[in-house]
Every structure is written in C-alpha cells, then in structure tokens.
C-alpha cells in the first residue's frame, strides 16, 4: 500500500502541532496545590461565574434530550431585543470562535488573503491556517494602536477577503478610536470587528448597530467574558443582511447546545445584574491598574477590557516576564505570558475578585524586592 500518510491535505500536514493551554485541574495536581487554592488570573475568565439564576435553570433543564433550535430563534430574538438589533442580522455560535471559523470558511479559497494585526487574538492566523489562507500581518504600533496607513497601503497590494480587528484589543485592552475604524471600513474588505470584551469598555463603544446599514462590517461577541459562560461555549455575531443566507447554508445545524442558548438567554434576562458584576470588574480593573502602576518595575498599559497588559522592566526586576509568569505559577497564581513578537517583556493579568488582586500584586512585589536585593 502507498504511503496513507500522503492522503492528508498538505497545509495540514505542515501545520505546526497546536499547544493547547495546560487545564486548570492538571496544572493544580502538577503544583500540588488544591484547584480551589489557585488564582486564575490567565484566561480573563468572570471569576463570578453565571449568575444564581442561570445555575438555577442548567439545573432544571428539561429538554436535552431534544437537539436544539438549528436557528437559535428564542436566543436570537432576545438578542435582537437586547441589542437592538434585527434578529435577521444575528447568528449565534458555540463561542466567538466557532463564528471566526465559520466565516472564513464562507469568503476565503485556498492562497486568499486575510490581514491580523498582531499583537492580538490568537485564534484569527490559526484559523487562517486551517483554512489554508495566508495572513498578512500588519504589526500595530508599540502603544498597541493600529496602524492605518500600512493597513490601507496592505489592503490595496494584496487584496485580501478579511481584515480582523479588535476592540477592545486582547492583550492590551486598548480601543479603536472611532475614526481609525471608519477609515478601515471605507476599505474593499470585509471588516470583522472582535467586541468579545466590549462590555467592560465605555458604553456606547460598540459598533454593533452599524451592520445593518453597511455591507463590509461583521462584529463578533460573546458570552464567555461578561456573562461568565466560557465553559458553556455561547457566542454571537452580527451581520450584513446580503451575508446571512451564506452563513445559514455552512453553518452546523447544532452548534449552539440546549444548555449554553437557555444559559445566555437566562444571562439577557437578567442583564441589570450582569452590569453590576462587569461594574465591580470595571472598578477592580482600576484598583489594579493603581496598585501595578505602584511597582517601578512594571509599565502598566491603559484597558478598557477585564486584564490588564504589564511591560516587565527586566533589569530593574532582575528577572524577565517569562521568568515572574513561572514564579508566580509556582505559588498557585496564573497570569499569562505570550512568547509571541512585541509581547516577549509583557505578561496580561485578568481582573478576578479584589482578594486574588491584593494576592497578585503581593508577589509581584515580594518578586521585586528580591530583584533588587
Ligand atoms: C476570548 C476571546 C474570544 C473567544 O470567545 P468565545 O466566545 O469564548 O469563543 C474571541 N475574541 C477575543 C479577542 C477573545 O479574547
């Protein structure tokens, strides 16, 4: 027999192997400190999890036995009731992610084009290899802004089918000024804009509304960040009305189960009350950001999301970010360190409750006088 191996498509058989992070319950046997003890801060997870009356209903839950609503249609007529807007302009998704994915596999074609602008997200380049598309990376600016002149200038050279922003933007938290994304929009490429933690931003930040009145605008979000369901896998995403019929033919006709749709209907339903939690997130982001500011060996940056993005000064803290992400890990505190360009002297510290703050900075301070001892 020839070689079975050769049947596998070739772009993902060079694939690099993915690195999943490690899940929580092995990491918490690997140090030996009980899962309940550790401090979670990697993930920029809602400490609070869903709320009572979410839990209430999961419990409950009479139908899942049943497959769900191929068309989410009481998840997408809240949503529409929510976030005014039409329910024919919204589709929702095991996640963000799963939409991501969704939506290259509607525009692009093996050798199209899509541009990142990295620092961000991790999921849009791999996603892009899955689909066996290039991506252009246009680097933002070492403040994290995006830089619109080399984004226009790339748009026009390589043509490409999909330009992914984020707002605000993982790692940093930082936004897209209004103007700069008017300027991307007036390109001849399907915007997707990421708003997964647009709800600790200002209001008013969002530029939801805007898809039913423009053709190359796509915003994505998601339940998993101010809702507290990351484990339930809910999402959504709003689209120009001549892209949906594309959208409901690939789309998996199950991809949102039983429990995530009554999860984040129960979560809109009570949406006053998720204010107030993404309030607390919002004033111990702030309480945070003074405390790290505090420490001389860290440049903190500005967020308007729930983490906060820190430049480790090495020779001031005599260790570098990669080394204060592993000390810290080896006292049951998880922050996250990315060994990716521009991102190499930074670690991204989610917002959890004031006690896992006052831990966080604790270490953080106790690694810095040993530095400099
Ligand atoms: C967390 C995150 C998502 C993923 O959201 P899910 O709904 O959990 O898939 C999407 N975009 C960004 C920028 C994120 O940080």
New binding site residues.
Partial sequence: MTNIQTLLRPHIADMPPYHPILPFEVLSEQLGIPADRIIKLDA?ENPYGPLPQVRAALAELPYAHIYPDPESRLLRAALADYHHVPAENLLAGA???ELIDLVMRVFLNPGDAIINCPPT?G?YPFDADVNNAQTISIPRHSDFSLDIESLELATRKYSPKLLFV?SPN?PDGGLIPRGDLDRLLALPVMVVL?E?YVEFAPPGTSRMREVVERENLIV?R?F??WAGL?GL?V?FGAFPGWLMPHLWKVKQPYNVSVAASVAARVSLESAGELGEVGARLIAERERMVGLLRAIPWLEVFPSQANFVLCRVKARKAGRDAAQVKAELAREGILIRYFEKPGLRDCVRISVGRGEETDRVVEALVKIGNHGNS
């Fill in positions: 920029n996640g963000a992610d997200f999921m984020t993982n990421d997964a994505l998601t998993s960040k990351a896998r999402g």
